[in-house]
């Protein structure tokens, strides 16, 4: 896939930690402002610094008020959602999920990490954590708020390409005290586009539990934006699973 021009487009998913892409994961779906991390603060060879590209996505997500819908995709199994993004509180809704399951959850994204909370259909708060799996499709709810995106200690390592983009590689370790399985996520962001392609999770051990890729992206308006996400679990092995974006948004003004 070649470069999209960065005259005539702009990221959808600017500063979103995947529906996010997950994450997704979701998201499940980054993307960080590389043009204004090299203005916060460029590294050696006019390369943007890690912090500054993550500290420059945290501030674009605030400014954030849209509302997505889709579907996450397992083994034949389909559970639709329904994403909002409304400035550093994201939320899923899973219609089709039984009422007494996790039929809402919200993130809320503080400085340096996040809070969840997951309601079943009469509100009742459910005793879920960030590592749980959301209804056995294989992507946890870590995964679908890309927590990784609020942890403050970043490190560039270099570049790289993916899908024939120029990007940014990344490395982000959990705080102390962070209840995340994950010890540390490598991610990689487009030069171009600013938009997150990869990301892979690794535990205490160094194994390698998680990876996401962007698969393919769409046009809307005149925005480029998430199409299709896929979550995989290499230490465990078993199918992967899909997040969808439909083509159809509706832009929110702030509250």
């Keep these: 896939m070649s470069a999209f021009s960065r005259q005539n487009r702009k990221p959808l998913f600017q500063g979103l930690p995947l529906a996010g892409c997950f994450s997704v994961v979701a998201g499940i779906i980054l993307s960080a402002v590389v043009g204004m991390a090299r203005a916060d603060g460029a590294g050696e060879g006019g390369a943007p610094s890690a912090s500054s590209i993550l500290r420059s996505a945290r501030a674009a997500q605030m400014s954030m008020h849209q509302v997505f819908q889709g579907k996450i995709r397992r083994s034949g199994q389909t559970v639709p959602y329904r994403f909002e993004m409304d400035g550093p509180i994201f939320r899923y809704e899973f219609p089709s999920i039984s009422d007494s399951g996790p039929r809402s959850v919200t993130v809320r994204f503080g400085m340096f990490d996040a809070t969840l909370e997951v309601r079943d259909a009469v509100g009742n708060r459910l005793p879920v954590k960030f590592q749980d799996e959301v209804q056995g499709m294989g992507v946890s709810y870590e995964d679908l708020a890309l927590r990784f995106l609020a942890w403050p200690d970043a490190t560039l390592e270099g570049s790289d390409t993916v899908m024939l983009s120029?990007?940014?590689?990344?490395?982000?370790?959990?705080?102390?005290?962070?209840?995340?399985?994950?010890?540390?996520?490598?991610?990689?962001?487009?030069?171009?586009?600013?938009?997150?392609?990869?990301?892979?999770?690794?535990?205490?051990?160094?194994?390698?539990?998680?990876?996401?890729?962007?698969?393919?992206?769409?046009?809307?308006?005149?925005?480029t934006a998430l199409k299709q996400l896929r979550a995989e679990s290499p230490s465990l092995g078993g199918d992967p699973s899909y997040l969808d974006v439909d083509g159809d948004r509706i832009v929110r003004p702030p509250k």
């Design 166 to 223: 120029k990007c940014w590689k990344l490395r982000v370790k959990s705080p102390k005290g962070s209840s995340s399985a994950y010890r540390e996520v490598v991610m990689w962001v487009s030069d171009a586009e600013g938009a997150f392609l990869k990301s892979e999770a690794y535990g205490e051990n160094g194994v390698l539990l998680r990876r996401l890729t962007v698969r393919s992206l769409q046009t809307i308006g005149q925005s």
